[in-house]
T-cell receptor, first 120, second 115 residues
Framework: GAVVSQHPSRVICKSGTSVKIECRSL??????MFWYRQFPKKSLMLMAT?????????EQGVEKDKFLINHASLTLSTLTVTSAHPEDSSFYIC????????????????FGEGSRLTVL | GENVEQHPSTLSVQEGDSAVIKCTYS??????FPWYKQELGKGPQLIID?????GEKKDQRIAVTLNKTAKHFSLHITETQPEDSAVYFC??????????????FGSGTQLTVLP
């Protein structure tokens, strides 16, 4: 089946540094990927929609300059947390759509394993 | 926008019993309702989904029902096993061919199956 891979699974960084998280679709091409943030024992909050070859679409309240998203190829989207602060510590999850599977060809959604960010 | 409410937030059942998790949605145009299972420290995994043109779908011990009129859908797990213990999320979305379908998630249910 389709697999979405995230890297790194865990990252610890110092306050003020930037961290990049990668999301890869391993066996399908994804024109659209989604980035979520999840707080402990909470639901997934959509941060932004990553579109291959164009700018990401951010949800209301998400700082574009803080969370940089790049979808440079059909199999890779990256989320960069810039000038990280302790309040950015969270579980970040990406998802990608396999356009060959799913309702009305809009694709079944597959999630990565998540990346745990801890900012000291 | 869409609003999805999920109940209960926690659910404990004895091994072998059934578990039911319920969700309601607000957008009558929503037409796709997936359920995800999330184990600790991992990303969500799709376990079953249902489209708006059917009322029920079953896959072994898991079933989902949809009531479009009432705008609610439910997940049923029968003969529960300890490995069913996880957080379950319902979701809803709307979309048609060519659209980038976004999911609105429920708040999650922590299911614990007691041996």
């Amino acid at each position: 089946g389709a697999v979405v891979s995230q890297h790194p699974s865990r990252v610890i960084c110092k306050s003020g540094t930037s961290v990049k998280i990668e999301c890869r679709s391993l066996d399908f091409q994804a024109t659209t990927m989604f980035w979520y943030r999840q707080f402990p024992k909470k639901s997934l909050m959509l941060m932004a929609t990553s579109n291959e070859g164009s700018k990401a679409t951010y949800e209301q309240g998400v700082e574009k300059d803080k969370f940089l998203i790049n979808h440079a190829s059909l199999t890779l989207s990256t989320l960069t947390v810039t000038s990280a602060h302790p309040e950015d510590s969270s579980f970040y999850i990406c998802s990608a759509r396999d356009p060959s599977r799913g309702f009305f060809n809009t694709g079944e959604l597959f999630f990565g394993e998540g990346s745990r960010l801890t900012v000291l | 926008g869409e609003n999805v409410e999920q109940h209960p937030s926690t659910l404990s059942v004895q091994e072998g019993d059934s578990a039911v998790i319920k969700c309601t949605y607000s957008d009558s145009a929503s037409n796709y309702f997936p359920w995800y299972k999330q184990e600790l420290g991992k990303g969500p995994q799709l376990i079953i989904d249902i489209r708006s043109n059917v009322g029920e779908k079953k896959d072994q011990r898991i079933a989902v029902t949809l009531n479009k009129t009432a705008k609610h859908f439910s997940l049923h797990i029968t003969e529960t096993q300890p490995e069913d213990s996880a957080v379950y999320f319902c979701a809803a979305s709307r979309g048609s061919s060519g659209s980038a379908r976004q999911l609105t998630f429920g708040s999650g249910t922590q299911l614990t199956v007691l041996p």
